[in-house]
Protein backbone atom coordinates (compact mmCIF):
# COMPACT_ATOMS: atom_id res chain seq x y z
CA UNK A 1 0.00 0.00 0.00
CA UNK A 2 1.26 3.41 -1.08
CA UNK A 3 1.37 5.81 2.07
CA UNK A 4 1.24 9.72 2.35
CA UNK A 5 5.02 11.12 1.75
CA UNK A 6 6.29 8.40 -0.23
CA UNK A 7 8.24 9.64 -3.15
CA UNK A 8 6.18 8.18 -6.26
CA UNK A 9 6.23 8.06 -10.12
CA UNK A 10 3.03 7.04 -12.32
CA UNK A 11 3.65 4.52 -14.89
CA UNK A 12 2.09 5.69 -18.02
CA UNK A 13 3.21 9.26 -17.67
CA UNK A 14 6.72 8.79 -16.26
CA UNK A 15 5.34 12.67 -13.24
CA UNK A 16 6.89 12.02 -10.08
CA UNK A 17 6.45 13.16 -6.99
CA UNK A 18 5.30 13.14 -3.08
CA UNK A 19 2.09 11.00 -2.37
CA UNK A 20 0.07 13.83 -0.29
CA UNK A 21 -3.71 12.93 0.00
CA UNK A 22 -5.38 9.41 -0.82
CA UNK A 23 -8.88 9.19 -1.71
CA UNK A 24 -11.17 5.66 -1.53
CA UNK A 25 -14.25 6.41 -3.57
CA UNK A 26 -17.55 4.26 -2.81
CA UNK A 27 -16.92 1.96 -6.25
CA UNK A 28 -13.53 0.89 -4.59
CA UNK A 29 -11.41 2.76 -6.91
CA UNK A 30 -8.30 4.56 -4.41
CA UNK A 31 -6.94 7.61 -5.72
CA UNK A 32 -3.66 9.15 -5.07
CA UNK A 33 -2.77 12.53 -5.19
CA UNK A 34 0.91 13.75 -5.80
CA UNK A 35 2.76 17.00 -5.82
CA UNK A 36 5.79 17.00 -8.19
CA UNK A 37 9.14 18.53 -7.33
CA UNK A 38 9.93 22.53 -7.55
CA UNK A 39 10.98 23.14 -11.50
CA UNK A 40 13.81 24.65 -12.10
CA UNK A 41 11.82 27.87 -12.62
CA UNK A 42 11.10 27.66 -8.71
CA UNK A 43 7.28 27.58 -8.91
CA UNK A 44 5.37 25.27 -7.59
CA UNK A 45 3.35 22.70 -10.01
CA UNK A 46 -0.03 21.72 -10.10
CA UNK A 47 -0.84 18.49 -8.11
CA UNK A 48 -1.77 15.57 -9.95
CA UNK A 49 -4.41 12.94 -9.11
CA UNK A 50 -3.70 9.04 -10.38
CA UNK A 51 -5.34 5.41 -9.86
CA UNK A 52 -3.64 4.02 -7.13
CA UNK A 53 -2.07 0.70 -8.76
CA UNK A 54 -0.81 2.34 -11.38
CA UNK A 55 1.50 4.54 -9.30
CA UNK A 56 5.04 2.61 -7.87
CA UNK A 57 7.03 3.95 -5.21
CA UNK A 58 10.35 5.27 -6.05
CA UNK A 59 11.31 6.34 -2.26
CA UNK A 60 9.72 5.23 0.94
CA UNK A 61 8.52 8.34 3.19
CA UNK A 62 10.86 10.59 1.19
CA UNK A 63 8.30 13.65 3.35
CA UNK A 64 7.85 12.69 7.19
CA UNK A 65 4.00 12.81 7.90
CA UNK A 66 3.10 16.33 9.97
CA UNK A 67 1.29 15.81 13.41
CA UNK A 68 -2.16 14.09 13.45
CA UNK A 69 -3.48 16.57 15.92
CA UNK A 70 -4.97 19.13 14.09
CA UNK A 71 -6.99 20.54 16.74
CA UNK A 72 -10.86 19.42 15.79
CA UNK A 73 -13.18 18.44 16.11
CA UNK A 74 -13.66 20.12 19.35
CA UNK A 75 -16.71 19.05 22.03
CA UNK A 76 -19.58 21.42 22.29
CA UNK A 77 -23.07 21.90 23.71
CA UNK A 78 -25.77 22.12 21.99
CA UNK A 79 -28.40 24.37 23.29
CA UNK A 80 -32.11 23.21 23.34
CA UNK A 81 -34.92 25.60 23.03
CA UNK A 82 -37.56 25.79 25.14
CA UNK A 83 -41.10 26.09 23.23
Do not use: H
Amino acid sequence: MLKLGDLLQDTVTGLKGIAVARTEWLNGCNRITIQPLLGKDGKVPDTYTFDEPQLVVIKKQKVKKGKSNTGGPLPFKVKQNSI
